[in-house]
């Protein structure tokens, strides 16, 4: 089993930049890729980033390639998402997810293939 706590969300303006955490529990958090979604209000949850297990690969959705960056340290159990040139339409509930099948290679983009969530945290960005 793996909890996972986000933190960082919060209002923001456009152009305006924010830093997820993601706190995990365990001792496999270094065997596991783990990403990034999101839901905004009225639509389906979407792929934002992932990281593999190493931290070594990463792979963005099209919407936030070159604005968002994820990265991870293993030491701590800890993963980022870095959010630089915030726009509007990155308004939503930002959510952090563990693939626990280990080694996995990327990329996992699906929400069925992470088993665990976070609660999730609100990122709005308004004027």
């Known amino acids: 089993q793996v909890h996972l706590v986000e933190s960082g969300g919060g209002l923001v303006q456009p152009g305006g930049s924010l830093r997820l955490s993601c706190a995990a529990s365990g001792s496999a958090f270094s065997t596991y890729n783990m990403g990034w979604f999101r839901q905004a209000a009225g639509r389906e949850r979407e792929f934002v980033a992932v990281?593999?297990?190493?931290?070594?690969?990463?792979y963005y959705s099209n919407s936030v390639k070159g604005r968002f960056t994820i990265s991870r340290d293993n030491t701590k159990n800890e993963l980022y998402l870095q959010m630089n040139s915030l726009e509007i339409e990155d308004t939503a509930v930002y959510y952090c997810?563990?693939?626990?099948?280990?080694?996995?290679?990327?990329?996992?983009?699906?929400?069925?293939?992470?088993?665990?969530w976070g609660q999730g945290t609100q990122v709005t960005v308004s004027s």
């Open positions: 990281n593999n297990w190493s931290g070594r690969a990463t």
């Open positions: 997810a563990a693939d626990p099948q280990a080694y996995r290679t990327l990329p996992v983009t699906t929400p069925s293939q992470f088993t665990y």
